[in-house]
């Protein structure tokens, strides 16, 4: 089964020390949902400086668990900037929704 996530960073910036990636893990479990969930109300809600406030922040995260939505979440980025309508946006949050649950849940599978 193909992961959705990597954890080839984290080893790198660990050196070996399994508590520590676990912490990274929970950290990312305690931080993303709620963000995610307050990123999507930021979109449905047409508050385009909120969404892109909670899209920067996950960046860092998304990068260092090797997770592919670095493309969708520039596009969420270059969307706050705009007034464009939710409607043109929808397709890349509905695919980092649906990522992010994924990864979610796989840690949490990988790393009771």
């Known amino acids: ?26 950290t990312f479990l305690q931080e993303i949902p709620p963000d995610l969930d307050s990123m999507q109300e930021a979109i449905n809600s047409g508050n385009h400086k909120m969404a892109y406030q909670y899209a920067h922040k996950m960046k860092p995260n998304l990068d260092m668990f ?6 969708q979440i520039a596009a969420m980025e270059k969307w706050s900037a ?8 929808k397709p890349q949050m509905d695919e980092i929704f649906t990522t992010l649950t994924t990864v979610i849940n796989d ?5 009771k």
């Open 1 to 26: 089964m193909p992961q959705n996530y990597s954890l080839e960073k984290l080893d790198a910036i660990a050196g070996g020390d399994e508590s520590f990636i676990q912490l990274l893990v929970d």
């Open 82 to 89: 705009t007034d464009r309508p939710v409607a043109l946006i």
């Open 107 to 111: 840690l949490k599978a990988d790393f």
């Open 66 to 71: 090797g997770i592919d939505l670095l493309d």
